[in-house]
């Protein structure tokens, strides 16, 4: 679940509309208002019109729970059509780690983001550089494009990673993955059952989704 620790946890708490943050020497605090954790503009999202949860997820390409965590996501989008996925990229693992969110994040802005995405946590072994354009041409992600996105976009990418380290830290979150589902916080893998049972939660608690 983290960089050393693989140990699991199940621990809920609530997240409410601002969440309490602890001073940080010498930092800036992060905004922790509902609308910046789960609307960020930058942030990848995956879900249709209409959706009424949304499941905020911190993860890490080369983080092995965050690539088991993904095929109960899909089976949940699959079964249920008015949860909507946003993406947080926390790339605590190392530069590779980082090399693979900047690009994930970019090629959203061709199309790409849901295939490459998957593309990059189906990948065989942990991700590199060469490993990361293999994932790309997989996905059909236009690779010069993709580089020219990364340029253009590169300070509003890393602005929004390091929104997201803020964020995670100011949660308490020490590794991946983590959830927030409506107002619930999950540090660690759950199953699809488990995972369906925070959606249904969530939906009896109005202005949370």
């Known amino acids: 679940m983290n960089r050393r620790n693989l140990v699991l946890r199940g621990v809920l708490v609530a997240l409410a509309v601002v969440l309490p943050v602890a001073p940080v020497a010498a930092q800036q605090q992060p905004d922790m208002s509902r609308k910046a954790v789960v609307d960020d503009p930058v942030a990848p999202k995956r879900?249709?019109?209409?959706?009424?949860?949304?499941?905020?997820?911190?993860?890490?390409?080369?983080?092995?729970?965050c690539r088991r965590m993904e095929p109960v996501?899909?089976?949940?989008?699959?079964?249920?059509?008015k949860v909507r996925i946003v993406y947080r990229d926390w790339p605590i693992f190392g530069p590779a780690s980082r090399e693979a969110a900047k690009a994930a994040i970019a090629s959203q802005w061709q199309g790409?983001?849901?295939?490459?995405?998957?593309?990059?946590?189906?990948?065989?072994?942990?991700l590199d550089s060469a490993a990361i354009k293999t994932a790309a041409t997989r996905a059909k992600v236009d690779w010069p494009r993709l580089q020219r996105d990364l340029k253009a976009h590169g300070p509003e990418i890393d602005a929004l990673l390091a929104r997201t380290d803020g964020i995670a830290g100011a949660i308490g979150f020490n590794g991946t993955p983590a959830l927030i589902v409506g107002s619930?916080?999950?540090?660690?893998?759950v199953d699809l059952?488990?995972?369906?049972?925070?959606?249904?939660?969530?939906?009896?608690?109005?202005?949370?989704?």
């Open 47 to 65: 879900g249709v019109a209409g959706y009424d949860v949304s499941i905020v997820e911190f993860f890490d390409y080369n983080c092995p729970y």
């Open 193 to 209: 059952s488990a995972l369906r049972q925070l959606v249904a939660t969530a939906r009896t608690k109005p202005g949370t989704h």
């Open 184 to 189: 619930q916080v999950v540090a660690g893998a």
């Open 112 to 126: 790409r983001h849901a295939v490459f995405h998957e593309a990059l946590l189906t990948s065989p072994g942990k």
């Open 73 to 81: 996501l899909n089976n949940l989008l699959a079964s249920d059509p």
